[in-house]
């Protein structure tokens, strides 16, 4: 039995274990099967990155407090999160990648930096309780 190229189908030569007949197919293909699959996927990953982009740029010191119409005239989407957590007293921070956030009282929040992401670069950030 003949194998044939994953991406174009063309008759393989070569070794047995051959699945491409070039690495521009072989580049072809993997791109095909990495990129996102539908417009949701790319629309929820953008909106992801628009939030962590804007819980980023509010919050440069690590940890600090804004009001909900900063983030809303941002264009953050509270549907949207990659995680929460959930502290031993109740609180749930809600979280965009390491960049989260803690609704406080009065429309406000405070935006926090969580800690087990960031690199060891000597850089202080929050620890969530």
């Known amino acids: 039995m ?27 293909y993997n791109n095909k099967m990495n990129r996102d699959e539908t417009n949701y996927m790319k629309n929820v990953h953008n909106i992801l990155r628009r939030n962590r982009r804007i819980l980023a740029e509010l919050n440069p010191e690590s940890r600090t407090k804004v009001h909900k119409d900063d983030l809303i005239a941002k264009g953050y989407n509270f549907n949207f ?27 406000y929040f405070e935006l926090v930096l969580k800690e087990d992401y960031i690199p060891s670069t000597g850089v202080f950030s929050f620890p969530i309780p």
């Open 2 to 28: 003949e194998s044939k190229c994953l991406d174009c189908g063309e008759v393989l030569r070569g070794r047995s274990d051959k699945k491409f007949c070039s690495d521009q197919c072989r580049n072809s």
């Open 81 to 107: 999160h990659t995680n929460t957590y959930t502290t031993k007293t109740g609180q749930t921070y809600y979280f965009c990648y390491e960049h989260g956030y803690l609704s406080l009282n009065d429309d």
